[in-house]
């Protein structure tokens, strides 16, 4: 028989009163307690990171730097992968803050490809050319214009105009071309200042003429394209068919005219010189000038645009200083008084992008830049032979302002404007003991000094792109600064001893 339980008797019916438990205490914080939390945490956060992190102008380069070069070598794995040219183009910030203290900083990329080369719509396109003169008899003598020479050359280099032009059953020639023969139909936004025109054995390039010839007629000769907002030339039609345009090589070439500028065939030179001989004036009445070659095939090569995909912009305080940058052979990107501007004692405005192409093989082809060596600011194709090392620095040291408050270690006062800009830190070898204070000012004043700076630098045989840091720059080492023994430290040689380290780290010199 079970016993009953006396310990815990079991519960009997009816009411049964249950006594309360102990209320717990509170499991999470108060809202006072979570904000000192959260005051305590930011405090700690923003004392610890700065001095935890890298420098933000260094970090900054850094990231830069890499973004670039992971760009380039996109850039190269896509023209092996196509099998065409493919780049990058270097965009001036003076493109879109219209400043010409801009001309020389680039805070975006982009990548760009060759369109395919034009030779016209049509199978009858052609083109022909003629000197860019007033008037001119096919002796060479001058008739109506007094001013017809200061036409003929810039910088040492003949002018030519180029009209395209193709078949056509109209015999009207009031446009001044011989029968049969109508100005082509060519697209807006298609050619630009820069882009090459190959006809008759010639390698012709397009320019602008608006400023670069001011003589008593302006800046046009009568029918000449004008280039628009756009940066491109308008396209061709009765009135304005002529395309100015300058031998790439910077060579005369010798025409053989065979129509006049009204379009009529003209007699053999030797009937001409017979008459001219006897009244100069008549013949070149009769025969107006200037005198054009007969319609040829050609082919243009246009200047690379932009390919599809996103443009890399550099971190805020980051850019690259395209003075500091340039090709091993001394070949700057960017030259301020290549681009002088008299009315303002300074560098004009001056927009081109700087542009790189590589080869399917992967190697360095052809670049785009202003061509300097012959005293333009045109922008040209350029053989790339050398390697190129391009600067990336901090935005705020460019332009380099220059050093006057340092004469006591120039060899001489600046004596032109125009040196400050290109020399903003000619030294004398003589002051090889420039004291410590001085020399760390200079690295903080010049991305090429400072040893933050980094260098881009991509082969141009092996096609190698590499990122190299700048080299500590000794100023009492005037072996390393003086490389021609001339006493004068020029900026070209401040580059090349920034430059040092990259001879060592890429398997092409850039020194």
């Known amino acids: 028989m079970r016993r009953p339980n006396r310990i815990n ?14 209320l717990s205490p509170p499991s999470g914080m108060t809202l006072v307690e979570l904000l000192v939390v959260i005051v305590l945490v930011s405090t700690l956060v923003t004392t610890a990171i700065p001095l935890l992190s890298p420098g933000g102008d260094a970090r900054k380069i850094r990231e830069a730097s890499r973004s670039l070069n992971a760009m380039f070598a996109g850039a190269q794995a ?42 016209g719509f049509d199978t009858t396109s052609r083109a022909r050319l003629s000197r860019r003169l007033r008037q001119i008899a096919l002796n060479g003598t001058q008739y109506d214009d007094a001013n017809a020479a200061a036409y003929a050359t810039n910088a040492g280099a003949t002018e030519y105009q180029i009209e395209f032009v193709r078949r056509t059953s109209t015999t009207n020639t009031s446009s001044g071309l011989p029968p049969g023969w109508a100005i082509d139909l060519i697209p807006p936004r298609f050619f630009r200042p820069g ?28 029918g000449e394209q004008r ?56 013949v070149a009445n009769q025969l107006p000038g200037p005198y054009w070659t007969a319609p040829a095939t ?50 004009g405005l001056f927009t081109d992008p700087v542009m790189v192409l590589f080869t399917p093989n992967g190697t360095i082809g052809r670049a785009y830049l202003p061509d300097y060596a012959t005293g333009t600011a045109v922008q040209r194709e350029t053989l790339a032979t050398t390697s190129l090392a391009i600067l990336v620095g901090r935005r705020e040291l460019i332009p380099a302002q220059p050093k006057e408050e340092d004469n006591g270690y120039r060899a001489a006062a600046y004596t032109d404007v125009r040196a400050k800009f290109d020399e903003p830190l000619a030294l004398d070898t003589a002051n090889s003991t420039v004291e410590d204070e001085v020399a760390e000012r200079w690295r903080n004043d010049f991305n090429w000094l400072s040893l933050a700076s980094r260098w881009v630098v991509i082969g141009a045989q092996s096609g190698s792109v590499s990122t190299v840091p700048n080299s500590f720059v000794n100023w009492r080492d005037p072996n390393q ?10 900026l070209q040689e401040q580059i090349f001893a920034a430059r040092e380290a990259v001879g060592t780290r890429s398997s092409d010199s850039v020194r």
């Open 9 to 22: 008797p079991p519960p009997t019916s009816g009411t049964q009163t249950v006594a309360p438990r102990p």
């Open 195 to 222: 882009d090459i025109v190959e006809i008759d054995g010639l390698r012709l390039v397009l320019i602008n003429p608006s400023g670069n010839r001011p003589p008593s007629g302006g800046d046009y000769l009568p």
């Open 78 to 119: 896509r023209a092996v992968e196509t099998g065409r040219p493919f780049g990058i183009a270097l965009k001036r910030l003076s493109a879109d803050t219209r400043d010409p203290d801009d001309n020389g900083v680039c805070v975006e990329a982009y990548q760009v490809e060759t369109p395919p080369v034009y030779s």
């Open 298 to 347: 050609y082919r243009v090569l246009r200047q690379p645009a932009p390919a599809p995909g996103d443009p890399v912009q550099l971190p805020a305080g980051a850019a690259i200083d395209l003075q500091a940058s340039g090709f091993a052979d001394g070949t700057p990107l960017y030259k301020p008084t290549g681009h002088w501007d008299t009315a303002v004692s300074g560098p």
């Open 481 to 490: 600064l003086d490389r021609n023994n001339d006493q004068a430290i020029t």
């Open 227 to 282: 280039v628009g907002s756009n940066g491109f030339f308008a396209s061709p039609n009765a009135e304005y068919a002529r395309f100015v345009a300058q031998p790439l090589e910077g060579l005369e070439a010798t025409l053989s005219a065979s129509y006049d500028n009204n379009g009529n065939r003209l007699p053999t030179p030797e009937a001409i010189s017979r008459a001219a001989a006897s009244n100069a004036t008549t």
